[in-house]
């Protein structure tokens, strides 16, 4: 979600695999001795095993998790209109997490495409107004994030390119004249409305920013196409040329727009129908549902800011082709998994605690990770590659650290990777923007 930009640009420049380690500081020794091909292809073929086991199973287990979120829903709508509580306010939440993280976010990912799961499928769900309404109400447009989080995030992971890239958004909080206690409350203060404040207007930044260049127009020369866009940014007087290319009032109706009128003002607005006590019934709706806002931001942020950041997090000063032993290298030591194993588990952390597994195959579905994850984390035992998984407080506490700059992400070498893997200075280019990229 934020991060500092990294100072070394991308090039074509050639590298050897038979680079010295004396180098290579004490913790990075392992890069030296890694036979990045045979890993390669021992999680190519894992990934195959585990996307020829997709079937039945993955559908009904689908179907449990989209039942699960339904029942919060069901909570939380028909309590909402009694005073601000703990159960409907946390049943709202989990109905918003619960439909973004597990359900849109794999659905998305092309998860469910080669199953017969209904609507559930990457090339319609959530595209468009009504599909919107329907599929995945949130402030987030799904055409922005298939763009934002399905390409650049998952084939530029850690690099300046991934929007994503811990440690730069909140860069003003690295200047030493901030005291650390100010830097923390600054992100406390964030962390309740991140995905409206800065992750929808950013993703769609992205999104338009890849249609302006697609259409044939240069960026105008005083825009950083890697500064993250924030509804703050939108406004600000010296941002002009942002707002050439992001329009303030398409960000208010198109983005955050379905959001408030279809949760925050229609729900109330049912309500006040209600002779004599409407009004009143409709104010509880509000501040529950305005409450449960503010909830599942920060249970999204503990769960999703986290998964690629903290001091034993790499980042990459270039870009590899997909598939390649190096491509599943970085995803893995570029990522970290939570606590796991069942599916209560799993829900409340938004099956985000499978995060190594997503990034490695990002179109598989719930289950197989779910699956996967062992076998995984062996074949990293067996190869030496570092597989990182922690509770999801203390990768918290490493993400805040490196936010205000108490800490760094670890840089990686990549001259020790094969120089076939390389993609160049221009990276992976794809013609769709959702499903898997086998598709394009």
């Not at 005073?83 to 990912?109: D, E, G, K, R, V």
């Not at 991140?194 to 950013?202: D, S």
């Amino acid at each position: 979600m934020v991060a500092l930009p990294l100072d070394i640009p991308l090039s074509d420049q050639t590298y050897s695999s038979s680079s010295s380690s004396s180098s290579l500081a004490p913790e990075d020794q392992w890069i030296a001795k890694l036979d990045f091909d045979s890993f390669g292809r021992d999680v190519t073929a894992l990934g195959k095993e585990l996307l020829q086991e997709t079937g039945d199973a993955d559908v009904k287990h689908l179907e449990k998790i989209v039942n699960w979120r339904n029942i919060a829903a069901l909570i939380g709508l028909s309590t909402c209109w009694m005073s601000p509580n703990p159960i409907t306010i946390a049943a709202l939440s989990t109905w918003t997490y619960a439909s973004w993280t597990m359900i849109a976010h794999h659905t998305c990912h092309g998860g469910y495409n080669r199953v017969e799961a209904g609507r559930f499928h990457s090339r319609g769900f959530g595209l468009g107004l009504t599909n919107r309404l329907v599929d995945w109400l949130d402030w987030i447009m799904p055409e922005a994030w298939n763009l934002e989080h399905g390409r650049l995030h998952h084939y530029r992971l850690n690099e300046s390119k991934d929007p994503d890239l811990v440690q730069r958004n909140l860069h003003f909080l690295h200047d030493d004249r901030i005291p650390m206690p100010f830097r923390y409350a600054a992100v406390m203060f964030f962390l309740p409305i991140w995905k409206w404040y800065y992750y929808a207007p950013n993703t769609y930044k992205e999104l338009k920013m890849n249609e302006w260049v697609r259409s044939g127009k240069e960026l105008p020369a005083d825009i950083d196409p890697e500064e993250a866009a924030t509804l703050f940014s939108l406004i600000d007087p010296n941002r002009s040329s942002l707002r050439q290319i992001v329009k303030p009032h398409e960000v208010l109706f198109k983005v955050l727009g379905p959001m408030i009128v279809g949760r925050l003002l229609a729900v109330p607005a049912l309500l006040c129908a209600i002779p004599g006590v409407g009004f009143t019934l409709a104010g509880n709706a509000l501040m529950n549902l305005v409450l449960a806002e503010l909830l599942t931001n920060v249970h999204a942020f503990v769960t999703i800011v986290t998964n690629h950041a903290g001091e034993d997090m790499y980042t990459y000063d270039d870009a590899v082709r997909p598939k390649t032993g190096s491509f599943y290298v970085r995803q893995i030591v570029g990522s970290v998994n939570y606590d796991a194993g069942s599916d209560p588990v799993d829900f409340v952390h938004g099956f985000l605690n499978y995060q190594i597994e997503h990034h490695c195959w990002p179109d598989l579905s719930m289950l197989q990770y779910q699956r996967g994850a062992p076998r995984l984390k062996a074949i990293c035992e067996k190869h030496g590659v570092p597989y990182v998984q922690e509770n999801v407080m203390e990768r918290l506490r490493k993400t805040v650290d490196v936010m205000v700059g108490r800490k760094r992400m670890r840089p990686f070498p990549t001259q020790y990777e094969p120089a076939k893997d390389k993609a160049g200075a221009a990276g992976v280019t794809w013609k769709k923007t959702n499903g898997s990229i086998d598709e394009d």
